[in-house]
């Protein structure tokens, strides 16, 4: 249905494409538009129907939830295509999997038209994709299996989300919430707690300044569980001012706020300041207090085609710096929730693994 949507919960909601982001129907990412059941007649979702991105970014072009009933009734948008199952020649769920797996992803990839900001897929060419499907029954035991393993790797993220929510309640309960009424720590800027350095990339013009030991952290690196995507040789180390293993990274320029730990010693680019921690902050404990500031931060750059953070009022930025001992006790807590943390991902990347191979089975031979 082409309507203009918005976000003022009146009437029927209205899939969109935010509405199956994360791989399922979530009622809390849809649209409204004042409509009625009689005005939305005839674009009403059943029960059972895929919701498929058709317009999307390249690598999001594909993307599938089935609809069952959640929310009670949902309205048919413009911005995803309806998939609705012959459910006497196939099973909602066994055609979701189908439609994400590698073969037929394969298959879909040479139909994508890449545009600038956006690519998409016609409903033409989605039609003439071949499967070949087996019987009912084998189709339900393959989704119900495939179920199974998908909601296991779910359960794994969402208990790595939680560990990040428990780290955020150990900082409060030791220390208050610093965006209300924190407790009466002093204060201080950032300036005396710390050198605090402004980034530089070497120069391009010259060769070997980078593919060594060194890493080299972007913010597209910042908050990511990821290894640096870029490294500097000893020479490339040499043109810059690197920081030491444990230094605060702040992006100032653009996502102004987005910040992390350097976790062995680093170079940065000239979007990031850092601050190098003297002997009255724990490292983990400086991040943590920027990190919950991280609002206040973006509030203060300039508003500019490109927010930007200037140095000067970056240093005069203030956290309040409890006693040393009960920062170490912070430390200390945080070390074992992240301990806890790694022992998840190493579960996740074989759940992971134990999909990818049931996946591999059920569907090597699904798309004709």
Same mark, same amino acid.
């Given at each position: 249905?082409?309507?203009?949507?918005?976000?003022?919960?009146?009437?029927?909601?209205?899939?969109?494409?935010?509405?199956?982001?994360? *791989?399922?129907?979530?009622?809390?990412?849809? *649209?409204?538009?004042?409509?009625?059941?009689?005005?939305?007649?005839?674009?009403?979702?059943?029960?059972?129907?895929?919701?498929?991105?058709?317009?999307?970014?390249?690598?999001?072009?594909?993307?599938? &939830?089935?609809?069952?009933?959640?929310?009670?009734?949902?309205?048919?948008?413009?911005?995803?295509?309806?998939?609705?199952?012959?459910?006497?020649?196939?099973?909602?769920?066994?055609?979701?999997?189908?439609?994400?797996?590698?073969? %037929?992803?394969?298959?879909?990839?040479?139909?994508?038209?890449?545009?600038?900001?956006?690519?998409?897929?016609?409903?033409?060419?989605?039609?003439?994709?071949?499967?070949?499907?087996?019987?009912?029954?084998? =189709?339900?035991?393959?989704?119900?299996?495939?179920?199974?393993?998908?909601?296991?790797?779910?359960?794994?993220?969402?208990?790595?989300?939680?560990?990040?929510?428990?780290?955020?309640?150990?900082?409060?309960?030791?220390?208050?919430?610093?965006?209300?009424?924190?407790?009466?720590?002093?204060?201080?800027?950032?300036?005396?707690?710390?050198?605090?350095?402004?980034?530089?990339?070497?120069?391009?013009?010259?060769?070997?300044?980078?593919?060594?030991?060194?890493?080299?952290?972007?913010?597209?690196?910042?908050?990511?569980?990821?290894?640096?995507?870029?490294?500097?040789?000893?020479?490339?180390?040499?043109?810059?001012?690197?920081?030491?293993?444990?230094?605060?990274?702040?992006?100032?320029?653009?996502?102004?706020?987005?910040? *992390?730990?350097?976790?062995?010693?680093?170079?940065?680019?000239?979007?990031?300041?850092?601050?190098?921690?003297?002997?009255?902050?724990?490292?983990?404990?400086?991040?943590? &207090?920027?990190?919950?500031?991280?609002?206040?931060?973006?509030?203060?750059?300039?508003?500019?085609?490109?927010?930007?953070?200037?140095?000067?009022? %970056?240093?005069?930025?203030?956290?309040?710096?409890?006693?040393?001992?009960?920062?170490?006790?912070?430390? &200390?807590?945080?070390?074992?929730?992240?301990?806890?943390?790694?022992?998840?991902?190493?579960?996740?990347?074989?759940?992971?693994?134990?999909?990818?191979?049931?996946?591999?089975?059920?569907?090597?031979? =699904?798309?004709?």
């Amino acid at each position: 249905m082409s309507v203009k949507q918005d976000k003022s919960g009146a009437g029927l909601p209205i899939s969109r494409i935010e509405t199956i982001a994360d *791989g399922s129907v979530n009622p809390n990412r849809v *649209g409204f538009a004042g409509l009625s059941a009689a005005a939305a007649e005839g674009w009403l979702l059943e029960t059972g129907d895929i919701l498929f991105s058709h317009i999307n970014s390249v690598e999001h072009v594909g993307k599938c &939830a089935v609809y069952r009933g959640v929310p009670e009734v949902l309205v048919h948008g413009m911005n995803l295509l309806n998939l609705r199952c012959d459910q006497g020649k196939i099973v909602p769920e066994f055609a979701k999997y189908l439609i994400r797996s590698p073969g %037929f992803r394969g298959c879909l990839a040479s139909f994508i038209n890449k545009a600038v900001n956006q690519a998409s897929v016609s409903i033409g060419n989605l039609r003439t994709i071949p499967v070949i499907v087996p019987p009912l029954s084998e =189709q339900r035991s393959i989704a119900a299996i495939l179920d199974q393993a998908d909601a296991l790797r779910s359960k794994r993220r969402e208990a790595l989300a939680q560990l990040d929510s428990i780290k955020q309640a150990i900082f409060i309960d030791m220390f208050g919430d610093p965006r209300q009424l924190p407790r009466a720590w002093p204060s201080a800027p950032l300036s005396a707690l710390g050198r605090v350095t402004t980034g530089r990339t070497p120069p391009t013009s010259k060769e070997g300044m980078f593919g060594g030991a060194v890493p080299f952290i972007t913010p597209g690196d910042l908050e990511s569980e990821h290894p640096a995507k870029r490294t500097l040789t000893a020479e490339g180390v040499a043109e810059i001012n690197p920081v030491r293993a444990g230094a605060t990274l702040v992006c100032c320029i653009g996502t102004v706020g987005k910040m *992390g730990m350097a976790k062995v010693r680093s170079g940065f680019n000239q979007q990031i300041n850092a601050v190098d921690w003297n002997s009255t902050v724990d490292d983990t404990y400086g991040l943590a &207090a920027l990190f919950f500031r991280k609002g206040e931060l973006a509030a203060q750059a300039a508003s500019t085609t490109v927010p930007i953070l200037n140095k000067s009022t %970056f240093e005069k930025f203030e956290i309040q710096v409890p006693p040393l001992d009960l920062q170490r006790i912070f430390a &200390a807590r945080i070390q074992a929730v992240e301990g806890l943390k790694i022992t998840h991902r190493a579960a996740l990347a074989e759940s992971d693994a134990l999909f990818a191979s049931l996946q591999h089975r059920a569907f090597a031979v =699904q798309v004709a």
